[in-house]
């Protein structure tokens, strides 16, 4: 499978495997997390294995880890005129000066925040953990025992350094924090805080699994309070959404599709993600699948480097195939849990509509990108930003979609 190309043996999973991608040569914590989730935990969990390896090697001593790892200057590969640069100039500065072959990235660099990475990596520990106990496979949970301690090192950097100790809520402090990073956010954000309730409860189950009952009961506790706080000030249970953010003003009201699609997995009964699938449907639904955000972010929120690329778009208005992927996991819950039978067989039907029609618009587009126009079978670029053609966030979500359906004999 061409997702097995992503993977590089001893360094990990990258974005795009196309050497003339932007992505190519960097594994991203968030990216490798997704991957993992939905293909490589199962198919290839060595390739998780190297990606937690590297990014266990370059944690920091106050528990953080990077962003992501690159082996080649991402900056320069986003940067017009100076792509051709990146590798030979990160040859010349990290390997001849620094004497090391691949650079850490931290919140604190470049343009991007990355504080959604403690979430994101345990998410990752825990998808590999738990397909090791369907399969049974010793040598992983091994490794992940040995590193366990990282991972502890983790949740209490993050549980010190980001979260508010009245709701437990993680609250973002840099500019661009979480997989949206071309937009300027701060706060208590939506997505951020639904990952770090699901890496919680991960912890809980594998302190579980190594006898340390103690941890487990406080990881337990914490995601309790977690979950109480995003239910009470992210979750919008009229408007059938949970918000972008959380607070007084008017960022408080804006749907975050994300958000609403991993909360009504994680939180939410058949009939509550019910009524999140008809909200989306009439507010973010499009051609070519769910726009991110209702009402979009202003071009001012943008980072102003992106802005000047004329990437305000990116988050806005283009369409992430990987989301709508995404949402098809909340309709086979309502196709599955429904009480109304009707319901159920409308959205079994959906479900699957659902997969055909990213199969044909991948099809028509030419490849699996990264970002497509949202009423348009055509890749989302902008002058100086042409999407990787086979994006593995993508192919893994279409794999992940498409296995979950054939293993329900729904295809």
Do not use: C
Request: net charge neutral; glycine share 6%; aromatic share 12%.
């Amino acid at each position: 499978m061409y997702l097995d190309k992503h993977h590089h043996p001893d360094f990990g999973i990258f974005p795009s495997a196309d050497p003339l991608s932007n992505y190519f040569n960097q594994v991203w914590a968030r990216d490798a997390a997704h991957a993992t989730a939905h293909y490589f935990a199962r198919a290839k969990p060595e390739a998780v294995i190297d990606s937690l390896r590297t990014f266990f090697n370059h944690q920091r001593e106050d528990g953080a880890f990077p962003s992501r790892v690159e082996r080649q200057y991402q900056m320069l590969r986003l940067t017009p005129g100076l792509r051709r640069l990146s590798s030979p100039l990160f040859h010349v500065i990290e390997h001849r000066f620094k004497k090391r072959t691949e650079r850490p990235v931290h919140e604190d660099r470049d343009s991007a925040g990355g504080e959604d990475t403690v979430p994101a990596l345990l998410i990752m520990a825990g998808e590999l953990f738990s397909a090791s106990q369907e399969k049974d496979q010793h040598t992983i949970r091994e490794f992940i025992q040995e590193h366990f301690e990282k991972l502890k090192k983790a949740v209490a950097f993050f549980r010190t350094t980001k979260t508010d100790p009245a709701d437990g809520l993680a609250v973002m402090t840099h500019a661009n924090p979480d997989w949206a990073d071309t937009i300027m956010r701060k706060g208590k954000l939506g997505v951020i805080n639904i990952w770090w309730w699901r890496g919680l409860r991960y912890m809980e189950a594998m302190a579980k699994e190594f006898g340390e009952d103690a941890a487990a009961k406080s990881y337990r506790k914490e995601s309790e309070k977690v979950k109480k706080g995003i239910m009470e000030k992210l979750y919008d249970a009229p408007g059938g959404f949970f918000r972008a953010e959380a607070g007084p003003d008017a960022n408080a009201d804006r749907l975050d599709t994300v958000a609403s699609i991993f909360g009504a997995a994680y939180f939410l009964n058949a009939d509550e993600a019910l009524q999140v699938e008809r909200t989306l449907k009439r507010r973010v639904q499009r051609g070519s699948g769910l726009q991110n955000f209702d009402p979009p972010y202003p071009q001012k929120d943008i980072y102003w480097a992106h802005r000047l690329m004329g990437q305000w778009l990116y988050h806005n208005k283009f369409v992430w195939p990987w989301v709508t992927l995404q949402n098809i996991h909340v309709k086979i819950k309502i196709g599955r849990e429904h009480e109304n039978e009707a319901i159920r067989r409308e959205y079994q039907r959906e479900a699957v509509e659902d997969l055909i029609k990213m199969t044909y618009l991948f099809k028509e587009a030419g490849g699996a990108y990264e970002v497509f126009e949202p009423d348009e079978p055509r890749r989302g670029e902008t002058i100086f930003y042409k999407p990787p053609q086979y994006f593995m966030g993508s192919m893994a979500a279409y794999q992940g979609a498409y296995a979950r359906l054939k293993s329900l004999g729904w295809i």
